[in-house]
């Protein structure tokens, strides 16, 4: 099993800027790759980024040049370093850890505000 817990998340005004972390605990050698996904009242949750245990990273389009998915090399934490925020990127932000064949973990979710 994995465990995941976010952090960083807030109330930011239009513009600034917030970073998300995600710890991993448990069997982090099984982790393939760990993504940040969100989810905005009423709506599906969608994909935001995702890094691979070989560094290569992936974004959605609506957030290209604004965000960025980073780890740390024993990849037990991946973070999400949000920069002009707007308030559509106002959401609830989950973690999530890819296990290939042995399936995924959900973090908790940590709540963004972006106000106008």
């Known amino acids: 099993q994995v465990q995941l817990v976010e952090s960083g998340g807030g109330l930011v005004q239009a513009g600034g800027s917030l970073r998300l972390s995600c710890a991993a605990s448990?069997?982090?050698?099984?982790?393939?790759?760990m993504g940040w996904y969100r989810q905005a009242p009423g709506q599906q949750r969608e994909f935001v980024a995702v890094i691979t245990g070989g560094g290569s990273t992936n974004l959605a389009d609506s957030v290209k040049c604004r965000f960025t998915i980073s780890r740390t090399n024993a990849k037990n934490m991946v973070f999400l370093q949000m920069d002009s925020l707007k308030p559509e990127d106002t959401a609830v932000y989950y973690c999530?850890?890819?296990?290939?064949?042995?399936?995924?973990?959900w973090g908790q979710g940590t709540q963004v505000t972006v106000s106008s």
């Open positions: 448990g069997n982090i050698f099984s982790i393939s790759a």
């Open positions: 999530k850890a890819d296990l290939g064949i042995k399936g995924y973990y």
